[in-house]
């Protein structure tokens, strides 16, 4: 008989609301779709990167590499190709125009909301709080944005969550099979495999390398990412065994799953290779033939990836260096502030029914929503110590590895902008929804009336339960009110001037 502390260790129920769960998800991901697809087309040309992005999308599909036409040869570009053949992808359906060159963006940008929602439910046991984040998200005009240009950003924010929320099934799953081994009457204690529960293939944390292989497919700050998941692994592992009774957990979590853990990564190598399948079956991309452009031979196989490798000291060369002063750059301690929002797109043609009118598209996260993600973040720490919860440390390092990795750069002057810290957002609002179930105090708990230690009565948990639900009911509108207001400037929207300068909260920060 296995104890009941130990069945809820390893495998605490899930919500038993089933197909309702479903219903609600649809409903929230039905708004994000609604938000991110009306008027995509709008505003009409390239707008900021779409210079580069859209363009380069365009000649992948034409040549099967980055071109510049100028020269008529491969263009050097500093970002792997992944990004780029999925804005293509959207061009190659729908045509070379505003809606084709976005679209991908809007799809990606809404999957990452239901996304976010199954994996709130399964991490927080509770489909409210699933919701709950799924729904800040859709409001949030940082990831409603990214949504809808054809930048990089969005599809790196939506590999980074897909690995985790595939590590985060892959330790439900682990856990399951120990509790399952338990029930079964093995003994954690006995060495070898008559102490393991039966060999299984890991097959969600083969997909988390998948997932993982295409962030770095898309931009290398997902490098941050792989260090945190192998972390995860090692811990969540070496968890389920302690929580099984195993004597040695630590030591059986490196023996057992350092190979699986070196599968992960040789998935992550091979999808990043794949990804540029285009250049290496082209001989027109940029220094495709750096070797014999040197004198020197190109074995198969080995001279091609020799010449990748030259390819990419010559990116990072140009990422280390590069310190061009920029109007919208920003300093990684500014993000979270949201000291300097990135200006997409800006016109004063009207008609808008004043003689002065602002058209805007701007990168700027929900303020209320971003600038309580600090407040958040301290009460992630504090809660996920008192507690020992795995998920305060998950959240925690996933939202470290998107902001903490460019604070060097800083002291090197590296230009760098607010949209760097993407990968980030769905971990800082995981932070707030952890918080904010933290606060809603289930009454089951404690029957007894709580004093202090100076007697005065506090309230009772079912109170603070009710208190707790109050206020995350009052700060979840006051994000739908704060996004409905600066929903004009988030689309391009024709507003008079003086409309569009009360919505500069920081001044001269934001214009």
Request: with cysteine; proline share 6%.
């Amino acid at each position: 008989m296995v104890p009941e502390i130990v069945r809820r260790r390893l495998a605490p129920p899930m919500p038993k609301d089933g197909w309702r769960s479903w219903v609600a998800t649809a409903v929230i991901v039905a708004i994000a779709a609604i938000l991110r697809l009306v008027r995509l087309n709008l505003p009409k040309g390239q707008i900021f990167d779409e210079v580069y992005y859209a363009v380069d999308a365009h000649h992948l599909l034409q040549h099967g590499v980055e071109w510049d036409e100028k020269q008529n040869t491969g263009s050097f570009v500093v970002h792997p190709p992944l990004g780029k053949w999925l804005i293509g992808l959207g061009e190659k359906i729908f045509g070379y125009n505003e809606f084709g060159w976005r679209i991908s963006a809007a799809v990606a940008g809404i999957i990452a909301v239901l996304i976010v929602i199954r994996l709130g439910r399964r991490m927080f046991r509770s489909t409210v709080l699933g919701c709950a984040a799924g729904l800040l998200m859709a409001l949030d005009g940082f990831e409603f944005v990214l949504s809808r240009v054809a930048l990089l950003d969005i599809f790196l924010l939506l590999f980074v969550l897909a690995a985790f929320t595939c590590l985060v099934m892959d330790r439900d799953h682990r856990r399951l099979r120990w509790l399952r081994a338990l029930e079964r009457g093995m003994d954690p204690t006995q060495p070898g495999r008559a102490g393991r529960p039966p060999f299984a293939v890991p097959w969600w944390r083969l997909a988390a390398g998948l997932m993982t292989g295409c962030a770095m497919a898309v931009k290398w700050s997902a490098l941050w990412y792989i260090i945190v998941f192998v972390l995860l692994i090692y811990i969540w592992e070496a968890g389920a065994r302690k929580s099984a009774g195993v004597r040695r957990p630590w030591r059986d979590t490196f023996l057992d799953e350092t190979g699986w853990v070196a599968v992960f990564g040789l998935i992550i190598v091979g999808v990043y290779l794949a990804s540029w399948t285009g250049w290496f079956a082209s001989s027109k991309g940029w220094d495709r033939h750096w070797l014999a452009s040197q004198g020197h031979s190109e074995p198969p196989i080995l001279g091609a990836l020799l010449n990748l490798w030259h390819y990419h000291r010559e990116a990072l060369h140009f990422h280390d260096t590069l310190d061009k002063s920029h109007p919208y750059q920003s300093w990684p301690w500014q993000w979270l502030l949201l000291g300097r929002p990135v200006a997409f797109y800006y016109q004063s043609n009207g008609p808008c029914g004043s003689p002065t009118c602002s058209s805007e598209v701007i990168l700027l996260g929900t303020p209320v929503l971003w600038w309580s993600f600090i407040a958040a973040l301290a009460g992630l720490a504090w809660f996920g110590i008192s507690r020992r919860d795995w998920r305060a440390l998950a959240i925690g390092l996933g939202v470290i590895a998107s902001i903490v990795p460019w604070f060097p750069y800083e002291a090197k002057d590296r230009t760098m902008f607010y949209f760097y810290i993407a990968p980030a957002e769905p971990f800082l609002i995981l932070a707030v929804v952890y918080v904010l179930g933290a606060l809603i105090r289930s009454p089951a708990r404690s029957a007894a009336v709580t004093h202090s230690p100076g007697g005065v009565e506090l309230l009772e948990p079912a109170d603070r339960r009710l208190m707790g639900t109050v206020f995350a009911g009052a700060y979840m509108v006051a994000v739908a009110v704060i996004f409905a207001y600066f929903y004009p400037i988030y689309v391009g929207k024709i507003i008079p001037y003086a409309q569009w300068m009360a919505r500069m909260w920081l001044g001269s920060r934001w214009i």
